[in-house]
DNA sequence: TAAATTTATGGAAGCCCTTCCAGAAAGAAA
DNA sequence: TTTCTTTCTGGAAGGGCTTCCATAAATTTA
């Protein structure tokens, strides 16, 4: 071996130098990092000593190779949304801290881009597992995948070949209209996204069956949808406009809507404050996600519990890894109502109404 | 070797597996794989359409071992905050294809767990270089990464050992006065965090500087910093308090107000609005770092280059990969004024104020 | 005390690559 | 033709670990 100094002269050191100073064998030495029974205190001791005042930490690359495991997973997120997997990573690296597992992060930066992403990235078996958001998987790595039984969790998404978590949109639409009911309303719309979308389905869905179970019917004109193809519109300009509609119906407003996203609510109030109306005096609103500036705006909203999404993903993922052969499960998870002052009772607007509301 | 089957029975090809069935050595298909020139066309092509009939990828992890590179980079950000770190991240992705390069991603859930993470994780990752995040390098980690040469670029914070990129957080603050001076205000406060926090300071030095060019007296009484340590009074509440202390003066409250954080301004629109008082009509603010909700909130402020931030400190770390010996350098990102609804001009309000701005 | 267990240990082989050296093949020069 | 170059190629060694087999040491049992 040439002279060439490694790392600027510095090499740290291997299971060798270890071994050679504790006076063992490679193997004791391996053995005493793995936990391994077989060994003496006596010697544990005396290697841990050594590995400690080298500062030895095991090559995890070497290991991965011997061990024919990474101990590291991937989680595959599209960059162009933001917060919600800020928070479910955060409940996700907690666990995989208990698993002693490394997390690799790829950013999808175009939903078109997921296909060579992950050709590039996950064929290299560099991982041992994945995780998988919001996306829907495409169904050439969704057979490739099943069939080499790789690890993989999908998150806030569905394929029947794989373990998949979501939460339960139509329940989180259902608390959101109950609780709006509730607080006495009668005359409550909704302002959902595009129907084409699931969650906005299901959202929809979860409405009717709360106003189903109250008795109270529907007018078709208070359910208002987008049809922005733009993130299904899930955006603040679709909150925006489809507002202005509702605004436009006067004295014929509802007294409540619940909007299916907070984002799309942020929209709405900015649309409520230009014309002059003030949330929730003259209009409550309940969004859904839960998103930081729902906080922010005092939005009621319908909240997802991301973290524990993230920690079940990670422990679930992990479970898989250990046994191949599990059969695929779903996990749904219930959201939760968050009550800010979006929300209020009903006002009594005229001596007309105030009769009514009497009762 | 025993019967047992790995993975299910897929055992992803290997180098000798590649040079079996296009008959030649395992050297060749190395060469191949890394583009070494001395391969004949005819062999090149040979291999690689083997290597694609079988699916073959090299795998890292004995690459990294063979090489003494890992080809992958971690991320130490704190988790504890959020929009900021996704954008720059966006940023180090994009730049890390270019060199294909993984990146790993630490989150720190509190700020006092920096060094147990590190210590933790950090060391024994052994990956190619580090990216470090907005928190101050624990003192002994600065120490042996000096020492050891470890490739370390330091985002949004600041140690004379490492590379460094910071923003013009003094500039910015200028910029943002500067826009309330030539709106026409006279009587402008800067609400700001905890002077003992380097940005605090600097954005107040960049306040004092713009309120000196514009030859404007700084009224002691309009200069407000919070005595919060809790994230060093970047908080909503903190905003809020000493807003409230701002109102309190009544007649006298300044027309303009520089907040030293989007985060504290939105505590502060929400301490005028419990107060009755309208933005920008009673009182404009600019707020700093363009937090997305800012945009929500319409706050006029001063952004930040992430993107640019993150590919820069991608490429910076890649070059100090390629040369432990380059000596550390600091670069400044110079942030921009984003105009929005929270600023305007002042607005006479009263016939005795009237006298006095009519000059 | 000898034999049979049990417990602890050393180290070779193997994980999948890269890299280097030696040598083969092909051309060029003599 | 022979000799020297140049261009390609094969494969051993090595990177740092785990694991398994063999063996040594300590205990137990007969």
Redesign the pocket.
């Known amino acids: ?1 040439e002279a060439l100094p490694e790392r600027n002269g510095y ?2 050191p ?3 130098d270890i ?1 050679k100073r504790a ?9 005493v ?2 936990n391994h ?4 205190d ?3 001791k005396r290697v841990l000593k050594v590995a400690n005042s080298l500062n ?4 995890p690359y ?2 991965g ?4 495991r990474t101990n590291s997973i991937l989680a595959v997120i599209p960059f162009f949304t933001t917060f919600f997997f800020l928070e479910i990573l955060q409940g996700v690296q907690e666990k995989l801290g208990e698993l002693d597992c490394d997390l690799l992060l790829y950013g999808v930066h175009h939903p078109d881009h997921v296909e060579s992403s992950l050709r590039q990235n996950v064929l290299r078996s560099r991982v041992d597992g994945i995780l998988f958001f919001s996306m829907a998987m495409p169904a050439a790595f969704a057979k490739q995948y099943a069939q080499m039984k790789t690890p993989v969790v999908l998150i806030d998404t569905y394929n029947k070949d794989f373990d998949s978590l979501t939460v339960e949109n139509s329940f989180g639409a259902f608390l959101a209209t109950n609780h709006l009911i509730s607080l006495g309303h009668k005359r409550i719309g909704m302002l959902n996204a595009n129907i084409e979308s699931l969650p906005a389905h299901q959202r929809l869905k979860g409405f009717q069956r709360a106003m189903n179970e109250a008795e109270i019917p529907i007018d078709p004109l208070y359910v208002k949808k987008s049809s922005s193809t733009k993130l299904d519109g899930f955006t603040r300009e679709a909150g925006y406009e489809l507002m202005k509609e509702f605004i436009a119906l006067g004295s014929e407003m509802p007294t409540a809507i619940f909007v299916s996203s907070d984002i799309q609510a942020s929209g709405a109030l900015a649309a409520l404050t230009e014309a002059g109306l003030r949330c929730p005096e003259d209009i409550s609103i309940v969004g859904f996600d839960d998103i930081e500036l729902a906080s922010h705006l005092g939005i009621t909203t319908i909240r997802q519990p991301m973290a524990e999404m993230g920690a079940f993903a990670a422990g679930r993922l992990a479970e898989r890894m250990n046994n191949l052969n599990l059969p695929p499960t779903h996990k749904m998870f219930m959201p939760s109502l968050v009550v800010r002052k979006s929300s209020a009772p009903p006002v009594v607007r005229s001596v007309k109404q105030k009769k009514v509301s009497l009762v």
Do not use: D, E
């Not at 006076?23 to 053995?31: E, L």
């Not at 029974?37 to 003496?40: A, C, D, L, T």
């Not at 030895?56 to 090559?59: D, E, G, L, R, T």
């Open positions: 071996m090499l740290p291997t299971i060798y071994a006076k063992v064998g490679i193997g004791t030495v391996s053995r990092f793995n029974p077989s060994v003496s006596a010697t544990r030895y930490q095991p090559h070497a290991r190779l011997a061990r024919k």
